[in-house]
């Protein structure tokens, strides 16, 4: 049985804990966070045993072989080090890191201390992106020629200016909250190497991105169109265009109904859709695996360079930032 810690007590949280209902290898035994109501009523909610009001006496305890870390993206890093270095496997929320000088310390910590790190991109997990990905690896319908992917959502006009989405002292933005999405899932099913990246955003009166549109396009002239929003309420599905047909996915970053040439498969996920990437978790600690096979270290090195050179592109560096290599 693999006993969870939760850091941090939000909405995404609280659906990590409904949906690890469905994996029997798995239970929560404990919340951390830096405000005492909130952990109480989550420790409430959730039949959790033991409380902390801080992280540190968490990583030190004994109660806990796991823990899921749902913070800001400015928080990252340093939570998931100081869990890593007590021999905690960890699993966090996307974006993994803010940019891969950070994300290349969280992967030393990891191997260092022979645990699992991953990156919880539950998108990737599933059963429609399985099933997605393997027409694609196949060739089922020829080379890939286009594709169009978009996640985006109106923030409401009354959004407080400090809150977390539009605060660069958060990494806020368009980008790495949403746009990690497609970028992402771009990584999981390209079959070239990237040749050109060309991005343009929209700061509005913020700081931060409120919208990004990203071009690239591969070695093979292959290209890929991704939209990420705070602006606007976008389709949010993903669009990909053959030699021999076309895949359609419906709200693809939860997809359950995929069009394959205007035919319609229904591709079900459990619970509210963090069941698979928990599963996948639990198993690799289980088996002693120290490296996820669909968050591999290598697919998010690589999404995070190319996170970093859109960034650079469109000129937005955080204020906690020494530097972003902006490379791909």
């Known amino acids: 049985m ?81 869990f890593l270095k007590n021999q905690k496997h960890v699993l966090i929320e996307k974006p993994i890191a803010v940019n891969e000088s950070e994300l290349l310390e969280m992967i030393k910590a990891a191997k260092d201390n022979q645990v699992l790190l991953m990156e919880a991109m539950w998108t990737a997990f599933l059963p429609a ?24 959502y109106k923030m409401p ?33 390209k079959q070239k190497p990237i040749a050109n990246i060309k991005a343009k955003a929209d700061f509005g009166d913020k700081e931060v991105d409120l919208e990004t549109v990203v071009n690239i396009t591969d070695i093979d002239k292959s290209t890929f169109t991704l939209v ?9 599905d993903a ?8 895949i359609k996915m419906v709200n693809f970053h939860r997809c359950n109904k995929v069009y394959v040439n205007e035919y319609e498969i229904d591709l079900p996920f459990e619970g509210e859709g963090f069941v698979h990437e928990i599963r996948s978790f639990v198993c690799n600690i289980i088996n002693k695996e120290t490296e996820n096979q669909i968050m591999s270290y290598n ?30």
Request: proline share 3%; aromatic share 10%.
């Open 228 to 236: 990420s929003s705070l602006k606007h309420n976008l389709d949010n």
């Open 157 to 189: 006009s009354d959004y407080p200016d400090k809150g977390r989405l539009i605060n660069p002292n958060l990494a806020g933005g368009s980008l790495l909250d949403l746009g990690i999405y497609p970028v992402s899932f771009m990584n999981l099913i």
């Open 2 to 82: 693999v006993r969870f810690g939760i850091v941090g007590c939000g909405g995404i949280a609280k659906k990590f804990a409904r949906d690890l209902k469905y994996v029997e290898e798995a239970i929560i035994t404990a919340v951390a966070s830096l405000d005492m109501e909130k952990a109480y009523e989550y420790q409430k909610e959730y039949g959790v045993e033991n409380v902390f009001f801080n992280y540190y006496d968490m990583a030190k305890s004994d109660v806990i072989d796991a823990v899921y870390i749902a913070l800001p993206h400015n928080m990252h890093k340093d939570t998931a080090i100081l």
């Open 239 to 246: 669009l990909f265009i053959f030699q021999k047909g076309v």
């Open 129 to 152: 992106t399985t099933y997605v990905k393997r027409i694609i690896d196949n060739h089922d319908l020829g080379n890939l020629l286009e594709a169009k992917l978009s996640f985006g």
């Open 299 to 328: 697919h998010n090195l690589e999404t995070m360079r190319i996170m970093d050179r859109i960034r650079t592109d469109i000129g937005l560096k955080y204020p906690f930032e020494s530097d972003i290599k902006g490379g791909i």
